[in-house]
């Protein structure tokens, strides 16, 4: 069982910066890939960015490629997602999740999610 706990989350304006962390509370930390996702109000959640166990493979999704960037602390069981360049569509409630595989980008496809930080971008 692995337990997720995002923090970071925040109000900003449009084309500032903000960090959200993950903290997983598992001494198996390394083997999982982790993601981010995000739930703007009234859609559906949908992938951000995501991180290999060891590859090093990251992934991100079009419309954040460029101003987000994914990244872990092994050694803190920590997962970061550091966001430039903010817009008011990026608002959203962000969750991280646990799971096999970076690669994979269906919700349905990872097995541990953190509870969700509010971001909220001001225009």
């Known amino acids: 069982q692995v337990q997720l706990v995002e923090s970071g989350g925040g109000l900003v304006q449009a084309g500032g910066s903000l960090r959200v962390s993950c903290a997983a509370s598992t001494r198996t930390f390394r083997w999982y890939a982790m993601g981010w996702f995000r739930q703007p109000p009234g859609k559906e959640r949908e992938f951000v960015a995501s991180?290999?166990?060891?590859?090093?493979?990251?992934y991100y999704a079009d419309s954040v490629k460029g101003r987000f960037t994914i990244s872990r602390d092994n050694a803190k069981n920590t997962v970061y997602l550091q966001m430039n360049s903010l817009k008011p569509e990026d608002t959203a409630v962000y969750y991280c999740?646990?799971?096999?595989?970076?690669?994979?980008?269906?919700?349905?496809?990872?097995?541990?999610w953190g509870q969700g930080t509010q971001v909220t971008v001001s225009s």
């Open positions: 991180t290999g166990r060891s590859d090093g493979r990251i």
């Open positions: 999740a646990a799971g096999p595989d970076s690669r994979l980008r269906g919700v349905a496809d990872w097995d541990y």
